[in-house]
């Protein structure tokens, strides 16, 4: 065990050494962080008209007979935001009682046949989720306060600011790794681009699960593939940074202080 | 009545996001301080002709994997043999441990075990060290899990901390030896990286309060005693102790270049018993401790705040569940308008609980100040203990509640071990 642990060159220490901050670099990531969030603040007026134009444009060859209409919203005062009108389908009785037979036995073999690990517990809370919103349909169907239409309404307003906070997030923790300002702001402009890709393709998977399956299925959407997803990306970007900043220190020792 | 509800509801979902915002700011600070200010330098400079008499406790139940291995490395260990004793508690092993014990007291004097074998006994690491503390020669305890592998320098880095008379207790860093296994592993090794590297240090630099882990670390004997040795019926002893001593004004040391290898869980279902087993313990010591910190006046109002916070840690998965059904019952009231713009915040805090309460930015941080530059890749992985913790720690919360108000005694299950050694060989 102890030849394993033994090793072929000692580095210094790296138990006390830290480093000066860079604080040129710091203001430049503010600016540019300030400067994503400006032309999101400006022009998401325009992002959420090309992201329900789109979405229409990609589900009515799929739904030809379907309402997909181009609808606006206020979000805050004097600001608008577009998002599609559309319809979903409304679970039946029959349909509700299949989905809770069917997560019921799926949680049975979550406990029972599964091992215990991340995936399991995962699956537990997809399901748990799932079978409140069934219950809620059985029992309680005429005060289901959503349609299809507000649901992707409430969307286009959480991705507003969800694209916000990923950024502000992010623009903090890509000012601690020692990273070149060029680098910070891959990290950031990355991160900015791969939200609205990913927030557009959800809006329309979204959608599609509404109208082709039913409205049923809100709820586990909204509160798994969320933003929990989101912070996904954004510390899979963070990584690569990380990554990168620790390459870099392999070159650039002197920049350690004990 | 509608309207009070959702008001409620919507006041607790403003707490939730207000309590795991100021945990991501704490940690936030943390990081910003062990990357960009000056350390605090532990006592490792310091040579020391008159070590005090130490003391090494190692709790051992059906250990026999993994029994050779420390015995091995703290024999080979550079502080002087007249003034170290090794002191394995075998607590009821039905394995080999007793005789694999007997024969390195044979050979080798200064390692004197204690077998712990009657039927009557209080099991578990607290009653183990209590009777142990009352045969131990040395005036520093010093506490390793039979499964760790302690470098040769270690003891007397450990010992030299208690130079300083106001130091009660030291603490060294847990690096894990088995980080290639599987990806459990290495997600732990990150986490042991966040938890210590940043963490741990920043606390000290800090003069907040870097917490005793009950492993790789010791503390004053006459001390503890004094105060009444270990609570048999509390699991988490380790964080019992760094409360008890905080809250007389004495303080912990932390080592941050005492590294200490360790085996880690290699398989979910441990873990998930050991975190549920440190929840249960932390959540314990929360309900002990919480006024007696409070109203402590040996300590100052930041070191109060760190501790506070410290202590209520282990209850953060339980505000999420909470802070989740919350929003579950918002959504079916059709009140979800708070939560487009703030929804996203609730999962600050699953961020913040990712890697047992490191966020992702401290465990980069971590990695940087390593010198690794592949581990950061796995960071994104650290998701998936989220739910994964968020079920096993409020589970354990639970049964620390039902412990209190029951005053049943918890039972120590010990986490299982994987190193394979030829026992038959060693003996």
Redesign the interface.
Known sequence: ??E??LKKTI?Y?????????NKANVVMVALFTILILAIYITYYKEISYAFAAGAIAVLKPVFPDASLHLASTLFTQGYYLYYVDTVGAFPSLLFSWGNIVFTLLFLLFVRFIM?????S??L??ISL?HL?SCI?FIFWPE????TAATFSE?YI??QA??SC??VI?MG??VL???LHFIQSFLALGSLAVYSMIFGFVRYITFLFILYKFSVLYM?VL??VL???I????L??I???A??K???N??VQREIW?? | MVDYLVDILHIFFIFVVLVMLTYAIRH?IF??N??????K?YYQDIIDSDLPKVTVLIPMHNEEQVAT?VL??LLACDYPADRLEIKPVNDHSEDKTKEILEAYHIKHPNVVPLHREKDDQTRGKPAALNDAMAEATGDIIIVFDADY?PGKGLIKVLATAFADPEVGAVMG?VTP?NTKVNLMTRLLDLERSGGY?VDQ?ARYNLDLLPQYGGTVGGYRKALLLSTGGFNTKILAEDTELTYRFMTNGWKIAYA??A?C?EEAPED??VR?RQVNRWARGHNEVMFHYMFKLLRSRKITFSQKLDGFMLLTIYMMPVILILG?VD??LL????R?DI??????????G??NTFGNFAP??QI??A????????R?????Y???????Y???ISKGFVEAIVDIITRRNAEWKKTERY?KENVGEKL
């Open positions: 065990m102890k394993k642990i580095d220490s790296r138990a006390y050494r830290y480093m000066n901050m091992k215990t690990g991340a995936l517990v995962f537990s809370y989720i409140v809620f005060y289901f306060p959503y409430i307003k959480q600011t969800l906070f990923v997030i903090f923790a601690l790794p020692p709820c909204f509160f969320g933003p929990f989101d912070f996904l990306y510390v899979g963070y990584s690569l990380v990554c900043a620790a390459g220190l392999k202080q004990w | 936030f990081t910003f062990r990357l960009y200010c000056r350390q330098f291995g091995d490395a592998l860093r030896v590297q240090q941050n270049g590294e290898y979910w279902g998930a989740i929003s579950l959504f079916f009231l059709g979800m939560m487009t713009g703030w929804w996203i915040i609730l999962f600050v699953a961020y992702f930015f980069g941080t990695v940087v100040l390593d010198g690794s530059k592949d950061a890749k796995l960071l994104p650290l998701s998936l203990n989220f739910y994964f968020m079920w096993y190193r």
